[in-house]
């Protein structure tokens, strides 16, 4: 017997800026039909750089929109991060490192790719752990002007980064994540220097 899997009957676009928005009709295995939200705007990648010697990390702080409509929260802390441009997740990682916080990176760890919303949105994020070192940091960073992202770089220092995930405090959940995962794969950088 095969089984029957869903099928998209229509994809009616009602947006298109940075993402587009599409409402999807589809129809059930059980003959019923019905819609759905569907938020594309492609892949993406995030990158937790940490230094491993001073046993810190380089993130973001930033204005974002829906944080601040929904919980009043007029800036989070992040990773570097950005929509996927190229076909190279690593290439594309290096670039959003490079133009958020000014550093240059060396070799990437691939922790995995994952869906962020998958309820609604089409997005797949790229996750990235990166050591660098002091020299590695060879611009400013702050992103890029026409795209009026107003970053501002943040040094933390790794335990640190461990006392926040502890208290729920790391908000944002792909920063959460490398975290932990790092905790994981090198718990000897969250101790205190």
């Given at each position: 017997m095969t089984e029957m899997k869903p099928i998209i009957e229509q994809m009616v676009l009602k947006h298109q800026r940075w993402s587009r928005l599409?409402?999807?009709?589809?129809?059930?295995?059980?003959?019923?039909?019905?819609?759905?939200?569907?938020?594309?705007?492609?892949?993406?990648?995030?990158?937790?750089?940490?230094?491993?010697?001073?046993?810190?990390?380089?993130?973001?702080?930033?204005?974002?929109?829906?944080p601040f409509y929904a919980a009043g929260e007029s800036e989070m802390l992040e990773l570097p991060a950005g929509r996927l441009d190229e076909d190279d997740?690593?290439?594309?990682?290096?670039?959003?490192?490079?133009?958020?916080?000014?550093?240059?990176?060396?070799?990437?760890?691939?922790?995995?790719?994952?869906?962020?919303?998958?309820?609604?949105?089409?997005?797949?994020?790229?996750?990235?752990?990166?050591?660098?070192?002091?020299?590695?940091?060879?611009?400013?960073?702050?992103?890029?002007?026409?795209?009026?992202?107003?970053?501002?770089?943040?040094?933390?220092?790794l335990a640190k980064l461990a006392e926040m995930a502890d208290r729920g405090a790391l908000t944002e959940l792909k920063l959460f994540a490398l975290v932990q995962t790092l905790r994981l794969r090198r718990p000897e950088l969250f101790t205190a220097c």
């Open positions: 599409f409402i999807a009709t589809i129809r059930l295995p059980n003959d019923q039909t019905v819609q759905r939200d569907v938020e594309d705007h492609g892949q993406a990648v995030a990158v937790l750089p940490f230094d491993p010697q001073r046993r810190t990390a380089l993130l973001v702080r930033q204005f974002r929109a829906p997740p690593s290439a594309g990682a290096r670039r959003e490192t490079l133009e958020e916080i000014g550093l240059r990176l060396g070799k990437l760890e691939l922790v995995m790719v994952a869906w962020t919303m998958p309820a609604l949105s089409t997005e797949r994020v790229h996750l990235f752990l990166a050591p660098y070192h002091v020299a590695d940091r060879v611009a400013k960073g702050g992103g890029l002007a026409d795209e009026h992202e107003d970053i501002t770089v943040a040094e933390i220092p």
